[in-house]
């Protein structure tokens, strides 16, 4: 899928021209062009893949099927041709429809009945790069929190587990910036405890899969998020100063219009604006208004 088409031999400094031909898949893939030896690495992402639930149309991970098993379909999202595949990786799980596709599609899962008491077990089932999660439990088990919201710093809690008994059951972290202390197997009741990391970004949510039941972890961003605002401070003489106020770190680009509805353009020779507080309006001093009459700001 890459092909040298210029410099396949040469002598002294030269360029080489290598071709990659679009992935039709939605697996990303790795290849190496060797140039006088030396190894360049060609890495290429994958066609866009989702797996929805048919019922909400919302982005689905896990699932807790009945112990009498049952059907589970499964809606995959893609780009129109994009190829992919679906594969159970437990016996007691069986992919009856949709094991291959191309673009987007409908996957039916077989769940077998379980009738091992006071146990609990776990499928994966992996869709294209993604992978979908089957608990089943001979067991009522609730857990509380179901939600939990966690400082930009990061930080550790615990999540009371009640399964009744001794039953069987695992506790997975469904993003890699949180971790389960102390093990995925456990049985019976007690409290869980999960260590979330600190946050560099934006605002953030990922869950944590505990007996079968979802534990919801938003952690706050880095810096607090702001919507962008313009202000008008002052105008005399046809000079107008404005305040701007945004998320403090991030570049905000101040626009102006004749009219409400725009044509809204970039103010010419105005550099975007970085907000450095999120209580305090930035002053901006226009030289003149010309036919703005209207501003915004929008964070880029």
Same mark, same amino acid.
């Given at each position: +899928?890459?092909?040298?088409l210029s410099g396949?031999?040469?002598s002294g400094t030269a360029s080489v021209g290598v071709k990659v031909e679009p992935n039709p898949t939605v697996y990303p893939r790795t290849g190496v062009v060797r140039i006088a030896e030396q190894p360049l690495?060609?890495?290429?992402?994958?066609?866009?893949?989702?797996?929805?639930?048919?019922?909400?149309? /919302?982005?689905?991970e896990y699932t807790l099927a009945t112990t009498d098993g049952g059907l589970i379909t499964l809606k995959v999202q893609t780009e129109a041709g994009a190829t992919w595949e679906a594969i159970s990786l437990a016996d007691w799980v069986t992919v009856a429809v949709g094991a291959h596709g191309a673009g987007p599609g409908t996957i039916m899962l077989i769940v077998d009945a379980y009738a091992a008491s006071g146990n609990?077990?776990?499928a994966e089932v992996d869709i294209g790069p993604r992978k979908f999660l089957v608990v089943q439990r001979t067991y009522d088990a609730n857990v509380n929190p179901n939600a939990v919201d966690v400082a930009a710093g990061g930080g550790s809690g615990g999540i009371s587990v009640n399964v009744g008994g001794a039953g069987a059951w695992r506790a997975l972290s469904l993003v890699p +910036?949180? /971790?389960i202390i102390g093990g995925e197997n456990r049985s019976g009741s007690g409290i869980l405890n999960y260590e979330v990391d600190a946050n560099t970004g934006d605002i953030r949510s990922g869950s944590m899969l505990i007996a079968g039941e979802s534990v919801i972890v938003t952690q706050k961003p880095t810096t607090p998020v702001v919507p962008p605002r313009v202000s008008i401070a002052t105008v005399a003489g046809g000079q107008v100063r404005i305040g701007i106020r945004g998320t403090p770190g991030l570049a905000h680009t101040v626009e102006s219009a004749p009219e409400a509805y725009g044509p809204w353009q970039a103010l010419p020779g105005v550099s975007p604006i970085v907000p450095v507080s999120a209580d305090a309006d930035m002053l901006l001093d226009l030289p003149t208004a010309g036919a703005a009459k209207f501003f915004r700001v929008r964070r880029d």
């Open positions: +899928w890459a092909t040298v396949a031999s040469g690495t060609l890495n290429q992402a994958g066609r866009f893949l989702s797996v929805l639930n048919p019922e909400t149309n /919302r982005p689905w609990s077990r776990l +910036w949180v /971790r």
